[in-house]
């Protein structure tokens, strides 16, 4: 069975930082593009970031490109979102999605994420 | 353009057929997703490509795609289906992923 599982969130200071994990199980998670997509308090989603199988490949949205940092470690199947200088934007609940072709097939159960003072 | 649009919301009698479009540029070039989520839960896909559901999604779900429109048709629509639903896929770049604004479906 697919599980994702997230954990990491939290309460933080605008302009702190905090990091969010994703652990994988069920299926090989080196095959597999990982994304982070979010979603604030009764709003719709949005796509955050995505990283390729190996590592190699990184996009990010533009409303976090240089502030949030995606990585991977296959041999630990895990994926990461470090995120730096967060603003009251940021506030949201975090899911990992695989993407399997072209779209997400498997989502975690989401982290929440609250930056304020 | 690297949006998606969607109508806010959307109703439906119980038992009738209802359709959810997404508009957007990237649709001309890249198939449209759609995700189901209901409060308090992570999305869940019920429609991909041309027009595939995965396992255990009821085929009242289908998919269909036009120029820069994608559609989620419901037909015969049951209670369990009142959620939002969102619509998902890449931008014009094909570098980024892009969300709807997302449709409240209510069944009546």
């Known amino acids: 069975e697919v599980q994702l599982v997230e954990s990491g969130g939290g309460l933080v200071q605008p302009g702190g930082s905090l990091r969010l994990s994703c652990t994988a199980s069920?299926?090989?998670?080196?095959?597999?593009?990982m994304n982070w997509v979010r979603q604030a308090s009764g709003k719709g989603l949005e796509w955050v970031s995505y990283?390729?199988?190996?590592?190699?490949?990184?996009y990010y949205a533009d409303s976090v490109k240089g502030r949030f940092t995606i990585s991977r470690d296959n041999a630990k199947n895990s994926l990461y979102l470090q995120m730096n200088s967060l603003r009251a934007e940021d506030t949201a609940v975090y899911y990992c999605?695989?993407?399997?072709?072209?779209?997400?097939?498997?989502w975690g159960q989401g982290t929440l994420v609250t930056v304020s003072s | 353009s690297s949006e998606l649009t969607q109508d806010p919301a959307v109703s439906v009698a119980l038992g009738q057929t209802v359709r959810i479009t997404c508009q957007g540029d990237?649709?001309?070039?890249?198939?449209a997703s759609w995700y189901q989520q209901k409060p308090g839960q992570a999305p869940v896909l019920v429609i991909y490509?041309?027009?595939n559901r995965p396992s255990g999604i009821p085929d009242r779900f289908s998919g269909s795609t036009s120029e820069n429109t994608a559609s989620l048709t419901i037909t015969g629509a049951q209670a369990e289906d009142e959620a939002d639903y969102y619509c998902?896929?890449?931008?014009?770049?094909?570098?980024?992923?892009?969300f709807g604004g997302g449709t409240k479906l209510t069944v009546l």
């Open positions: 999605a695989r993407l399997r072709f072209a779209e997400y097939d498997y």
């Open positions: 069920g299926f090989t998670f080196s095959s597999y593009e």
């Open positions: 990283i390729g199988g190996s590592g190699r490949t990184i």
């Open positions: 990237s649709l001309r070039n890249y198939f």
């Open positions: 490509g041309k027009n």
């Open positions: 998902n896929s890449r931008d014009s770049s094909g570098h980024h992923w892009v």
